[in-house]
């Protein structure tokens, strides 16, 4: 079975510094990735996602992501954190034909912008 | 706008009580998913549903059930039987299995 490591819990990054979230997957194959954000009390939407093809994913809101065959590695980027950006950010491998529509979320990163 | 409408926000349950978390999509999606979520463990599937009338166990089914009788709804009931049920309950919805599941805003479910 698929599963998903965020090793950061928690970054803090000051207003208009470059931030990079760690994200490594265990899976035989090359799966679906995906990384969503969290802001407090919110649903989880979708900054971008990785299905074949380019390994470098642009997403929303300034946001991109390198998937890392040799690796097993999706990490997301941004050049320059705005304080909007402080939210909860969650790497995820998605359904694979052995287990449909179960996405595998990691733990999840907290981001803190300070001034 | 097409979007998945959780209510209520917030709900508490009295010992002993089963409660129903709603959940409606206007997508047009077949697949629908329950996750809870607690802090530091990201998000754990309870139950999906690949269409209607059809639902599957997810990771942590036991004290929870759900029902699928319309495209577009999939209510959770929290019963009894979940000890520990003080969580957010996040519904997803996907045209399939492999497509990128959309969000509601999540509902607290808190014991009194």
């Known amino acids: 079975a698929q599963s998903v490591t965020q090793p950061d819990i928690h970054i803090t990054v000051s207003e208009g510094a470059s931030l990079e979230l760690r994200c490594n997957y265990s899976?035989?194959?090359?799966?679906?990735l995906f990384w969503y954000v969290q802001s407090p009390g919110q649903g989880l939407q979708l900054l971008l996602k990785?299905?074949?093809?380019?390994?470098l994913v642009q997403g929303i809101k300034g946001f991109e992501a390198e998937f890392k065959r040799s690796q097993s590695s999706f990490n997301l980027r941004k050049p320059s954190v705005h304080w909007s950006d402080a939210a909860e950010y969650f790497c995820?491998?998605?359904?694979?034909?052995?287990?449909?529509?179960?996405?595998?979320f990691g733990a999840g990163t907290q981001v803190v912008v300070t001034p | 706008d097409g979007g998945i409408t959780q209510s209520p926000k917030y709900l508490f349950r009295k010992e002993g009580q089963n409660v129903t978390l709603s959940c409606e999509q206007n997508?047009?999606?077949?697949?629908m998913y329950w996750y809870r979520q607690d802090p530091g463990q990201g998000l754990r599937l309870i139950y999906y549903?690949?269409?209607?009338?059809?639902?599957q166990k997810g990771d942590i089914a036991e004290g929870y059930s759900v029902s699928r009788e319309k495209k577009e709804s999939f209510p959770l009931t929290v019963t009894s039987a979940q000890k520990n049920p003080t969580a957010f309950y996040l519904c997803?919805?996907?045209?399939?299995?492999?497509?990128?599941?959309?969000f509601g805003d999540g509902t607290r479910l808190s014991i009194l």
């Open positions: 997803a919805s996907s045209l399939g299995g492999e497509e990128t599941q959309h």
């Open positions: 899976y035989g194959a090359t799966p679906y």
């Open positions: 990785y299905f074949s093809g380019d390994t």
């Open positions: 995820a491998v998605g359904a694979t034909t052995d287990s449909w529509g179960k996405f595998q």
């Open positions: 997508l047009n999606h077949d697949a």
């Open positions: 549903s690949q269409i209607v009338n059809d639902f």
